[in-house]
């Protein structure tokens, strides 16, 4: 019986032939089963980081204190009863002026303005909220710090004053480090300090006192923090108010 050669292995007729079968050699050849090894890795790959990720999370809490754990959750669900509480009275104002009751849509754009002028700082304030004393090293981050934390927790108004000086915080409001001293929008003041807030004290206390917060930095480092509650905290510097 004679021997038959495949047609694979016979030589090239022409050149164009032998270009064709040599790239033909050289193109990597992946077969099903490499295929499907190589998926198993790609799986193996993310199912071990999804799990070291989840490990670090697991480390991360199990290193934290209980206490600190519950203060967080704590302001976080305070922070979510305030902006529900706001999103109740934005709604309630909403349905007063589509109600077309003349008196009381007046009286709503009336507490808005008064409620912006706050804000904003052109009024002088009055209300509950604390006093904070603060002794010792004072940075303007942690100052600042301690600023965002009290906004974040309802604070309405805001003064810092020092023996000489009163300045009134508001959203332009910018604070820098001078020799020892502090700069606050361009006035100089020096520690010991004042910080008057009006707001919900029964908030704003814990909010100052959280793990990293203006409390625990000023008395780490050797100074004194004393907090004041009260039902009458007054503050009367004002921002001018600029026209056009």
Known sequence: MGQHTSPKHRPARTSADAVYRIR??????ISR???VITGIFLILGFTITAAIQDNQADTLLSNTR???????LDNLAQREARLRQELINLEADRETLLGGDEYA???SAKDRA???ALIAGTE???GEGISIAINGTLSAVSLLDAIQELRDAGAQSIEISDQSLEVRVVASTWFADDSGSLTISGAV???P??????GDATVLTPALEIPGGLVDTITSAGGTVKITESTNISIKSVVPLTTG
Do not use: M, Y
Not at 193 to 198: G, P
């Open 24 to 29: 033909n050699s050289l193109r990597p050849q």
């Open 33 to 35: 089963t490499q295929s």
């Open 66 to 72: 209980q206490s600190d754990l519950v203060n967080v």
């Open 105 to 107: 849509a007046l009286k």
């Open 114 to 116: 008064a409620a912006l």
């Open 124 to 126: 002088a304030a009055t």
């Open 189 to 191: 003041l020096r520690v």
């Open 193 to 198: 300090i004042q910080i008057k807030v009006i």
